[in-house]
């Protein structure tokens, strides 16, 4: 291994918004915090050398998005997912969550209904209720061991008349990499009842062995036509205090409705910061990425294995991608406030309480394992020491 993902980095009194809030959320400063999903490693090295430089520079002033940087991410998208975009399909925007609520804002009319599939990240919701519509929910279904798509649902929820479908691919939580099949039986339904889909890919490049990422928008030119991709390097290189994220719009009408709103919001500018940081990620980031998968794998790993032999009231869904386990802990007999009281006060460990991604979610918990492996261990020892009493 050339990078050291075993190393511990002191992030307290970073202002992170992990390490830093534990008190004021959890009411317990000595907490592991293995919830929100940033990683505790470094970036590879040469984003750190392009922020260096970008820094140096003294001056920070207005910036142009620069042809490298688009080209950077076209060649990385061919190379990583054989996918090959075009420069007029890409715009950036700062968040991935901001580009959802604007694609719901404007490809869904005010009460409508919009189609999610729980549980899923929570701003999935808190985008389609803030913006006045309505959260159409197709839970998903579990099939062994992993969450399967509601086929005929979502047909249904398609028949009464949503037009508007969030996918999350892969998903989260959960860690399913939606197979190539499902995506398209997903992409016919959406082409017969004229459903647009608004695709977040944020963890596209976090597939685990043995799976493989196909995104929605690649599967036929009928279904790039009616999706939009939210897409970022921030979960892969881990940069999501850089706030940098692109869309993908093959369909021009959609992407120019989306292009004229980003404007509107004077949400447009380029990052004087972020912008070599992704050309750095993704143009000389891969060899880290590679090593990072490796180490998460064996995260995993240790993560099922010691929860399998210690606590075995609590089952875990091996994830195909992410960096998140997502576990049962119905066995435990705990409801929310007896789960977060036994995480908060009792372990001093926080994971993800489950139920904010949705009620099928309740009695879950999600564990974000991007952090060194001794970290993780001495949170799951924790976490199974507290838990034994209760049972
Ligand atoms: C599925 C998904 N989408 C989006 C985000 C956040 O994206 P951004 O910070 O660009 O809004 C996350 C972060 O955890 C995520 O898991």
């Known amino acids: 291994m050339t990078f050291n993902f075993d190393r511990i980095i002191d992030r307290s009194h970073t ?25 505790d490693f470094e970036s590879p090295p040469a984003v750190q050398l392009a922020l260096q ?10 910036t142009i998005k620069s042809e490298a940087y688009t080209n950077a991410i076209i060649r990385y998208f061919k190379r990583r997912h054989r996918w090959e975009l075009k420069p007029q399909w890409l715009t950036d925007s700062p968040g991935i969550v901001t580009s959802l609520s604007i694609a719901v804002d404007l490809f869904s009319e005010p009460g409508s209904s919009v189609i999610l599939q729980s549980p899923v990240y929570y701003p999935f919701y808190d985008v389609i209720r803030m913006n006045n519509r309505e959260v159409a929910i197709n839970p998903l279904v579990i099939r062994n061991g992993r969450y399967e798509m509601n086929f005929d649902q979502l047909e249904q929820l398609m028949i009464d008349g949503s037009k508007l ?25 959406c082409i017969q009842y004229g459903v647009t889909v608004v695709s977040d890919e944020i963890h596209c490049d976090l597939i685990l062995p043995g799976h493989q990422h196909t995104p929605f928008a690649s599967l036929s030119e009928e279904i790039a036509n009616l999706t939009i991709t939210c897409l970022a390097p921030t979960k892969t290189f881990n940069l999501p205090g850089l706030q940098s994220s692109f869309i993908v719009a093959n369909n021009s009408e959609m992407k120019r ?14 990052h004087y910061l972020a912008q070599d940081a992704v050309q750095a990620a993704y143009d000389e980031g891969e060899e880290w990425l590679d090593e990072l998968l490796i180490y998460l794998d064996g995260n995993v790993r240790v993560a099922i ?7 075995p009231e609590v089952k875990v869904m091996k994830p195909e991608g992410t960096y998140m386990i997502w576990m049962d802990c119905r066995g435990l007999g705990l409801d929310v406030s ?19 991604f949705g009620l099928e979610g309740q009695g879950w918990l999600r564990i974000n394992l991007a952090c060194p492996r001794s970290i993780l261990q001495e949170a799951l020892e924790r976490f199974c020491r507290a838990a034994k009493p209760t049972l």
């Open 305 to 311: 294995s010691y929860l399998e032999e210690h606590l």
């Open 53 to 62: 430089n970008r820094v140096s520079q003294g001056i920070y002033g207005y």
């Open 257 to 270: 409705k989306f292009d004229y709103r980003l404007k509107t919001l004077s949400l447009h500018m380029a």
């Open 15 to 39: 202002q992170s918004y992990k390490w830093d809030q534990s008190e004021k959320l959890f009411g317990n400063k000595d907490i592991l915090p293995l919830w929100v999903a940033d990683m």
């Open 338 to 356: 007896g789960l977060k009281e036994l995480m908060f006060l009792r372990a001093g460990v926080a994971f993800s309480e489950g139920s904010v």
């Open 165 to 189: 479908l969030l996918l999350c691919s892969p998903h989260n939580p959960g860690g399913r990499v939606w197979e190539r099949e499902e995506l398209l039986q997903l992409g016919a339904l």
